[in-house]
């Protein structure tokens, strides 16, 4: 990429950028280009990360290792869904997830958790993302039966308007009472010992 060409991305994307400065933004761009390789750009041709090396990146950069949670912020990143996380994807959701304000985090976190896209966070979901997140015990007992114990007892903590799932209403009202819940189906920020 040109010199006059990176420039005015840095200063388009700094500009749609709440948490990076000119200079992060530029660098996180140069960043951007190394991980994608050296492509020249043609018209109708998308250039981004895809999502095994976005995944990749997650694992290795942040640590994550849950498939389900990796996919699902591949998708909060990606919001084209075009199957690639473009420059801008990139920067802007690269700013949310190192440096967002708690509020953007929590409707981060929900659209990552609300795994069918309809606005609520279901037993079901909980009961996937719950199984996914926890060690397996080698037990006598059923190991579902522990997990569903949890969505009940996750559900009596969050669930405040007692529909049997989680509105984003619900979500928000528990992560203020305790922050801790922000990620309770899983890890989809990153570690803050590791930023």
């Given at each position: 990429?040109?010199?006059?060409?990176?420039?005015?991305?840095?200063?388009?994307?700094?500009?749609?950028?709440?948490?990076?400065?000119k200079f992060e933004v530029k660098c996180l761009i140069n960043f951007f280009y190394n991980l994608v390789g050296d492509v020249?750009?043609?018209?109708?041709?998308?250039?981004?990360?895809?999502?095994?090396?976005?995944?990749n990146i997650l694992h290795v950069t942040f640590g994550m290792t849950d498939d389900m949670?990796?996919?699902?912020?591949?998708?909060?990143?990606?919001?084209?869904?075009?199957?690639?996380?473009?420059?801008?994807?990139?920067?802007?959701?690269?700013?949310?997830?190192?440096?967002?304000?708690?509020?953007?985090?929590?409707?981060?976190?929900?659209?990552?958790?609300?795994?069918?896209?309809?606005?609520?966070?279901?037993?079901?979901?909980?009961?996937?993302?719950?199984?996914?997140?926890?060690?397996?015990?080698?037990?006598?007992?059923?190991?579902?039966?522990?997990?569903?114990?949890?969505?009940?007892?996750?559900?009596?903590?969050?669930?405040?308007?007692?529909?049997?799932?989680?509105?984003?209403?619900?979500?928000?009202?528990?992560?203020?009472?305790?922050?801790?819940?922000?990620?309770?189906?899983?890890?989809?920020?990153?570690?803050?010992?590791?930023?």
């Amino acid at each position: 990429m040109n010199r006059k060409k990176l420039q005015k991305l840095t200063e388009t994307l700094t500009k749609n950028c709440k948490h990076f400065n000119k200079f992060e933004v530029k660098c996180l761009i140069n960043f951007f280009y190394n991980l994608v390789g050296d492509v020249t750009e043609r018209q109708g041709v998308v250039i981004g990360l895809d999502r095994n090396a976005f995944r990749n990146i997650l694992h290795v950069t942040f640590g994550m290792t849950d498939d389900m949670i990796m996919d699902r912020v591949f998708r909060g990143f990606d919001k084209d869904n075009d199957g690639c996380v473009s420059v801008s994807e990139w920067i802007v959701g690269l700013s949310l997830f190192l440096r967002g304000t708690l509020e953007e985090k929590m409707k981060y976190c929900f659209e990552v958790f609300d795994l069918n896209g309809d606005g609520f966070i279901s037993k079901e979901e909980m009961f996937h993302m719950l199984k996914n997140s926890l060690l397996k015990q080698p037990s006598e007992e059923d190991p579902d039966e522990g997990i569903k114990d949890l969505v009940e007892i996750t559900l009596k903590k969050m669930d405040h308007d007692h529909d049997g799932k989680l509105s984003f209403s619900d979500y928000e009202q528990a992560v203020r009472e305790e922050t801790l819940l922000l990620e309770a189906f899983g890890p989809c920020l990153p570690d803050p010992k590791l930023k």
